[in-house]
C-alpha cells in the first residue's frame, strides 16, 4: 500500500474513536443534569476524598473557561484542577470527574508504578512524536535515490513504537485512577446505588477514550509498516 491507500487501515480506528466520543458526550450530558444524592459538588467531592486518603494539603483548583471536560491533575504543583462546571456542580457526572483527578493525586502520593513510567518517558515521547512523521515522510522520498532513505524511514517508524509504549502506559493509569475513584465514592459513603451507576457509566465512557487512543497509535503503526513494505517492492 501506498502512502494515501495505506489510510484505509486506519478506518476501523477512526469509527471507533467517534463511536466513544459520542458515548463519553452522551453520558457526560446525560449525568451533569442529574445531581448526586449527598448534593456535593466536585470541589466538595475531591476535598472529602483528598482528606480521607491523607491529602489535606493538595490544594483543588478552579480553571477560568475552557471544555467542561478538561479537569487534570498536575504532579509538578501536586494539584488538582477542576474545569468551573465540575468544581461549582453537584452532578453525578461533576462528582465522579473530580474524584478520577484526585485518583490520579492518590496514585502520585503513593508512587504508583505505572505513573513512574509514564512520567519518565514523557520527555522521549515528546521528542520522538515530534520528529516519526517527519523522518517517515524523508525516508519515503530519499528512498529512491539514496541508501539513506530506508534508514530514516525505520528511525520514524521506531519514534513511533515510543508514542504506542506511552498509548499503553497511560491505559492502566487512567483505568486505576477511576477504579480508585469508584471504590473510594463507595467506602467513604458519597454515593447511593443510582450515583454508583451513573458515576461508573461516566468513567468507563471515559476510560475508553484511551482505549481509542491506543488503537489509533496501533492503526498507525500498522499503516507505516504496509507503506514500509510497498515501498521495499
Known amino acids: 500500500m501506498g502512502y494515501y491507500s495505506s489510510m484505509i487501515v486506519l478506518i476501523p480506528a477512526m469509527i471507533f474513536t467517534m463511536i466513544v466520543q459520542g458515548r463519553i458526550k452522551r453520558a457526560y450530558s446525560r449525568y451533569s443534569q442529574v445531581e448526586n444524592s449527598r448534593r456535593l459538588t466536585g470541589a466538595q467531592a475531591a476535598r472529602m476524598m483528598l482528606d480521607a486518603n491523607g491529602l489535606s494539603g493538595v ?54 508504578a505505572p505513573v513512574r513510567i509514564r512520567n519518565g518517558i514523557v520527555p ?19 528512498s529512491t535515490s539514496s541508501r539513506y532513505g530506508s534508514l530514516l524511514f525505520n528511525l520514524g517508524a521506531l519514534c513511533f513504537v515510543f508514542v504506542i509504549l506511552f498509548h499503553l502506559v497511560t491505559l492502566p493509569v487512567e483505568l486505576n485512577a477511576s477504579n480508585r475513584a469508584l471504590k473510594q465514592m463507595t467506602s467513604i459513603g458519597m454515593v447511593s446505588d443510582f450515583d454508583y451507576s451513573g458515576s461508573r457509566k461516566v468513567l468507563h465512557a471515559a476510560a475508553m477514550t484511551y482505549v481509542a487512543a491506543l488503537a ?18
Open 59 to 112: 490544594p483543588i483548583n478552579i480553571l477560568n473557561g475552557g471544555d467542561d471536560l478538561n479537569n487534570y491533575f498536575d504532579p509538578r504543583s501536586n494539584s488538582v484542577n477542576l474545569s468551573q462546571a465540575v468544581y461549582h456542580t453537584d452532578s453525578i457526572a461533576a462528582m465522579c470527574i473530580a474524584c478520577h483527578e484526585v485518583g490520579h493525586a492518590i496514585q502520585h502520593a503513593t508512587n504508583y
Open 216 to 233: 489509533t497509535a496501533v492503526a498507525s503503526l500498522i499503516r507505516i509498516l504496509l507503506i514500509r513494505g510497498s515501498n521495499d517492492r
Open 124 to 142: 522521549l515521547v515528546n521528542l520522538t512524536s515530534t520528529f516519526s512523521w517527519p523522518l517517515i515522510m524523508l525516508g519515503l522520498i530519499f
